[in-house]
């Protein structure tokens, strides 16, 4: 809550205003029903929403699922130009994340258009998230 000085052209008019700011944090794990969710905070006097994120409840989990078919395609490629020079794969001399994981949203949007009655909320466009890793490995060749 702050209060602000109301001037006029010959300085100060005396009078004073009042501005009140509340700020409120929500999850909602259904982004189907996120417009009615919007919707009742701005039926509740709610004036702006925004710096809404998009986000995943398990992304460490998404970014070890990624790794680790990183991994498996790093082996099978390696398999794959083993058997074409006619040799084995032997162990693992080193692995090395190239690029780190990367967890990216697409497609995901707010659009505040239509929200003046019509039944639901404002309309949230879906998307969804990419999880990828990079990883190089150098395996011996058998003998």
């Known amino acids: 809550m702050w209060t602000e000085q109301v001037y006029g052209q010959d300085g100060p008019t005396g009078e004073v205003r009042y501005h009140l700011s509340n700020q ?3 999850t909602v794990r259904d982004v189907d029903g996120l417009g009615d969710v919007l919707q009742g905070a701005l039926d509740a006097s709610a004036n702006s929403v925004h710096n809404m994120i998009f986000a995943v409840d398990d992304e460490e989990g998404l970014k070890a699922q990624a790794r680790a078919e990183a991994i498996d395609n790093a ?18 001399i080193s692995i090395t994340e190239v690029d780190g994981s990367v967890l990216a949203a697409s497609g995901v949007a707010v659009r505040a258009e239509g929200m003046g009655g019509g039944g639901g909320g404002p309309p949230v466009s ?3 998230y990419t999880a990828s890793a990079s990883v190089a490995v150098v395996f011996a060749i058998a003998n």
């Open 126 to 128: 879906g998307g969804g």
């Open 24 to 26: 409120v944090r929500a």
């Open 75 to 92: 082996r099978a490629h390696a398999e794959q130009m083993a058997a074409e020079l006619g040799v084995e794969l032997g162990e693992v």
